[in-house]
């Protein structure tokens, strides 16, 4: 069971911008997020400060690269001093940026990871390929040392190796295609959206816990909303078609959670602009679930 969550609000938006995904964290904590998880467990809360981000692209080819720098390092530095204190740490962001923070943080902390990256994008364009230049098309690449990204995170050398890591839910194998950038479908483990959402998402769940257990005893949870249908949740920067529903999302995550080692979660992508928050108490209701879930040590 957990004892205690620390949930760490992070209003990054990779595109440069102040708004959209960045509103995330407020418009959770307005529709009752923390009330939710208090009626459970000892509850901490803070915002991880970084620096103002401009919508340029850098060197790198992703944009906003000073307050990227800046957010990863003051986010590891958290996630190591929460770990390290015996607390679970909830990161509510912004983009998948975030998780790259997160990956470093765990292993300031002397963890060696393994990650389940549950995502409706494979999120490993190439950054000066990249349409957008945002991060959040490129984490996983730069997590695994593929791709540069701003020289004071490549210090770092890989955040993770691409052995240790589960990959489930991406349905942009055609947009990848046509943009003639390599699926990473055959150098990762990897179960795509369309065969995903025709699963036993349960088994699925649980079967990807367990072969990271296997690998590395203790492992992180990512997951990017935007795995779900569009008519689940619209309210994202990049819908597509196909997708799991909302209870085929709980299902496999807490079948995963059931399994044991997570050491904490990403939950990100939600651009409460889209809807005028209207979606915010659903995910609210989803967050407490997956933080109940018993968890074995």
Do not use: K
């Not at 000073?66 to 015996?86: D, P, Y």
């Not at 494979?122 to 959040?136: K, L, Q």
């Not at 699963?199 to 257990?213: E, M, T």
């Amino acid at each position: 069971m957990i004892d205690r969550i620390d949930v760490l609000e992070v209003p990054f938006n990779s595109s440069g911008l102040d708004d959209g995904v960045a509103h995330m964290p407020e418009v959770l904590a307005g529709a009752g997020l923390y009330e939710a998880l208090r009626r459970h467990v000892e509850v901490g809360h803070r915002r991880v400060p970084f620096e103002s981000p401009e919508p340029v692209r850098g060197p790198s080819g992703l944009l906003a690269e000073g307050a990227l720098v800046s957010m990863v390092e003051s986010l590891s530095a958290t996630v190591a001093q929460i770990v390290g204190s015996g607390s679970w740490p909830l990161v509510v962001g912004g983009d998948c940026s975030v998780l790259l923070g997160a990956l470093l943080g765990t292993r300031l902390a002397g963890l060696g990871v393994g990650l389940l990256f549950v995502d409706g994008h494979e999120d490993a364009w190439p950054p000066h390929v990249s349409t957008t230049g945002e991060t959040s098309d490129c984490e996983i690449g730069i997590a695994f040392g593929w791709h540069s990204a701003p020289e004071p995170l490549n210090a770092y050398g890989p955040f993770i190796s691409s052995e240790h890591v589960v990959v489930l839910g991406p349905r942009d194998q055609t947009e990848l295609a046509d943009a003639s950038v390599a699926s990473i479908g055959d150098r990762v483990q990897m179960i795509g959206g369309d065969q995903l959402a025709h699963s036993d998402v349960s088994s699925v769940g649980a079967n990807s816990a367990a072969r990271l257990r296997r690998r590395t005893a203790r492992w992180w949870l990512h997951i990017d909303l935007d795995v779900l249908t569009t008519e689940a949740l619209h309210a994202v920067d990049y819908p597509q078609p196909g997708g799991l529903s909302w209870s085929q999302l709980h299902d496999l995550t807490t079948a995963a959670l059931r399994e044991g080692g997570c050491v904490g979660a990403s939950v990100v992508i939600y651009n409460p602009d889209l809807d005028n928050g209207a979606n915010a108490e659903r995910i609210v209701s989803y967050i407490e679930q997956l933080t109940t879930t018993d968890q074995p040590a």
